[in-house]
């Protein structure tokens, strides 16, 4: 069952515009941000994040007057990186993760999430070029998210997150353990999405037990295991998995949230928890607030430790 909301130990779970299949900044096949900021809301939710940078703006003030109407406070902001590449691209990221940063600095936000750039398809929807990194470009990837991560403690006091995702060179258990193992704690944690983790077959209950004090913030996600193995047998590409429905609304998928929730709370007490559920493009702009309101209500029951304000 959910705990009070008092009980500072407890997960605080939010939700993201990716619930509403917010995928871009402007796009006519997402809801509005006026309805997903009312919703959120309708649907008992307090915490939430940015999105894509600028789906719901960018003028501080004016998205501080947007929360504050809607009861709402943002946890975290996202930036997709290559670090990879070369020890330059630090400054190519770092100029995107300084317009992130300052908008959640100013809105009181805690943490930039950062993720890997994904593997390029072409127009016949084959994967082109390498799926995983060499030892030197892990080398440089690396480095260079710890970079980040100490700029943005030092400069913003804002903690960074790494998110593993399919179809990126950071997206088995095994890939994340390695980056675990070769940054630094003090500046690159995990953002550890449960239904990107599980998209690979990975554990996010072992991950959280193997690395606890690593665990910095959740996306609550589950995958759909039947249609998941067609996906990875067939080499259908994650958004048109997506499309087809491979991330699903629980209890329909894995893992199940209690378990995760109860180690979170262990490693981490009082991690945000934010569900995300990959659903673009909408077919029914009406369908995200129906499913947030029936997450909320599987959450309470789940089992595992939860809090929404």
Known sequence: ??????????????????????????????????????????????????GPYGYL?????????????????????????????SPEEVENAWRDVTEVARLVTALGGEHVITIPGLWERDANDDVVGARTFTADEWGTFTAGHDEIGKRLWEEFGLRQQFHSHAE?????????????????????????????????????????RAFPDRIGYLHLKQVEPDLLAHVLKNEISFVEA???????????????????????????PGVFAIIEQDMYPVGD???????????????TGCGGPARFR
């Open 1 to 50: 069952m959910s705990t009070p909301d008092n009980d500072v130990a407890a997960p605080r779970v939010g939700i993201a515009p990716d619930s509403w299949g917010v995928w871009n900044a402007v796009d006519d096949r997402q809801p509005p941000p006026e309805q997903y900021l009312r919703e959120v809301q309708e649907a008992g939710y307090h915490w939430t994040e940015l």
């Open 57 to 85: 703006g960018t003028e501080a003030s004016a998205l501080a007057d947007d929360f504050a109407a809607h009861d709402l406070a943002l946890s975290a902001g996202t930036v997709f990186t290559h670090l990879h590449r």
């Open 168 to 208: 990126s060179p950071i997206g088995s258990y095994l890939e994340v353990v390695r980056l675990v193992e070769n940054t630094d704690p003090r500046y690159t944690n995990l953002c550890l999405d449960t239904g990107h983790l599980a998209y690979y077959w990975g554990d996010s209950v072992r991950l959280i």
């Open 242 to 268: 997506v499309t087809r429905g491979v991330m699903v609304e629980p209890p329909h998928g894995v893992p199940d949230y209690g378990p995760v929730l109860h180690e979170a709370a262990l490693a981490h």
């Open 285 to 299: 702009f009406a369908a995200p607030l129906q499913i947030a309101r029936r997450t909320r209500e599987y959450i």
